[in-house]
C-alpha cells in the first residue's frame, strides 16, 4: 500500500535518519521526501512529508516507532 505521512521534526542532527530507519527495517520503498526545512510549526518543529510503500500490516508498527522515538 502507499502511505502519505507528514511529520514533525526536531531542529537537530539525526532526526530525519530517525524517521526513516523504521521504513527501512520493516523493507518499506521510500516514493519521496519532502523536508520543509526553512519551515517551522507552530511547535517548533520541521513539516517532513514522507510517502512510501509498506504491506499494510507493517503500517502500525511503523506508527508505533514513530512515537516511540518522538518523531
Do not use: Y
Not at 530525519?16 to 521510500?30: H, R, T
Not at 510549526?41 to 522515538?69: A, C, M
Amino acid at each position: 500500500m502507499r502511505v502519505s505521512m507528514d511529520i514533525e521534526l526536531k531542529d537537530i542532527p539525526g532526526q530525519l535518519l530517525l524517521a526513516l530507519n523504521p521504513i527501512s527495517e520493516l523493507k518499506g520503498n521510500l516514493i519521496s521526501v519532502v523536508h520543509h526545512h526553512e519551515m517551522r510549526t507552530p511547535r517548533g518543529t520541521i513539516p517532513v512529508q514522507l510517502v512510501f510503500e509498506i504491506d499494510h500490516e507493517k503500517l502500525n508498527t511503523i506508527i508505533s516507532r514513530f512515537e516511540d522515538s518522538g518523531v
